[in-house]
């Protein structure tokens, strides 16, 4: 079978774990400090938080926006449901909009959906590629409301030569198994150019204990355990080294699919300004299902993401609005193998089965 997703997993990474297990230092040690130090430059933000997954790290983050009771959150509803969940968790509203052909927000339906009680933005960059940034700043310089990337599909991904995270007031990014980078497990990050955010995030993830006072049992805020232990941190400083080089790999794989997948399908763009880094390769045909069964058949993995729009989920039932480029979008979006593993020959067999597929 060919797989949608394969994490890389080198020997390095291995001696790595059993570095920090020889060390018996598990958590709140040295390697969450480096991988935050690291993925701050890598980001090119000053600040980064290590948390125990892409979900806290939204959470997180909304919290340390101070946003909550009577306040409204404005996201799109083509995503992952973690990215809606936090926001009510917090006493917010969500308030869901359309997306655009890139599959990301569409902004002229966030400046119609701002209201006087409109407190953050969350702008996902789902697939891999960004959200047009240029148009959100406009859109934030007029209204004055925070702007939260959810970058977790997005590690490395550019737009005007500025990567993923260094755009908004704070940014969040996953390291579950299918990411573009892994820590071997759940983790999370949040990143930020401001010293007090920093401090808030790093208080609220450790039990509300302000690290800058260096004394252990002092909570200056209702926190929480949403730490990242030693050994996944380990992991991710070794992946880290090698996301440019992966995400050029699957670069290279979106490249042959362009060029061989037939007009039938309709296939991703990359936009202007924007480097897409293909966390996910999603095609768009009527015949999904039929499609899928039949890669299925052949031996290859697919998925869809999302199939059900966040807005349709029982959970959300009270906040729903129709939006319809959005769901006529689930109905017909197939992501296709996509992994730094993959070989030329296996994405070649894949454009070969979807093509005899909408050929016939």
């Keep these: ?52 997954s892409g979900t806290a790290a939204i959470y997180l983050a909304l919290r340390a926006l101070g946003i909550g009771e009577g306040d409204e959150v404005i996201l799109p509803s083509h995503t992952f449901i973690a990215t809606a969940e936090p926001i009510p968790m917090v006493g917010a509203k969500p308030v869901f909009v359309d997306v655009g052909e890139d599959y990301n927000i569409d902004v002229r339906d966030v400046e119609r959906k701002i209201s006087e009680r409109t407190k953050a933005v969350i ?21 004055d409301f925070y702007l939260i990337e959810d970058a977790a599909q997005a ?5 005007n030569g500025k990567k993923a ?3 908004g007031d704070l940014a969040c990014f996953s390291f579950f198994p299918s990411k573009n980078i892994t820590v071997a497990g759940e983790g999370g990050m949040v990143v930020t150019n401001d010293d007090e955010l920093d401090a808030r995030l790093k208080a609220l993830r450790d039990h509300g204990r302000d690290y ?30 090698h996301l440019d080089e992966w995400n050029e790999k699957r670069r290279k ?19 202007d300004c924007r480097k897409h880094v293909y966390h996910l390769y999603v095609i768009r045909t009527k015949n999904r299902d039929g499609l899928a069964e039949f890669l299925r058949a052949n031996g ?47 994405a070649m067999y894949v454009c070969e089965k979807i093509n005899e597929f909408v050929a016939r």
Excluded: W
């Excluded at 590690?155 to 737009?159: I, L, R």
């Excluded at 260096?214 to 070794?238: D, H």
């Excluded at 349709?312 to 730094?340: D, N, W």
């Design 1 to 52: 079978m060919i797989q949608l997703s394969k994490p890389v997993i080198t020997e390095e990474m291995k001696r790595a774990v059993l570095e920090v297990l020889e060390s018996g230092r598990f958590v709140k040690g040295p390697k969450v400090e480096e991988f935050e130090r690291d993925f701050a430059d890598y980001c090119g933000v000053k600040y980064a938080t290590a948390v125990s």
């Design 123 to 143: 702008c996902v960059h789902l697939y891999g590629q960004m959200c047009d940034m240029d148009a959100l700043a406009e859109l934030k310089e007029k209204y």
């Design 155 to 159: 590690h490395g991904a550019e737009f």
């Design 165 to 167: 995270g260094s755009f």
């Design 212 to 241: 800058r006072r260096k004394e252990k049992y002092s909570s200056t805020m209702l926190g929480f355990n949403f730490r990242m232990p030693e050994i996944l941190a380990a992991v991710g400083i070794e992946q880290l080294k």
């Design 253 to 271: 794989i979106a490249r042959i699919y362009d060029e061989m997948l037939r007009e039938e399908v309709k296939k991703p763009e990359e936009f």
């Design 300 to 346: 290859i993995e697919t998925g869809i993401h999302y199939p059900i729009p966040v807005h349709k989920q029982a959970v959300f039932s009270g906040y729903g609005s129709r939006l319809p480029k959005t769901e006529r979008i689930c109905s017909e979006i197939l992501s296709i193998p996509m992994h730094p593993l993959l070989s030329e020959e296996e």
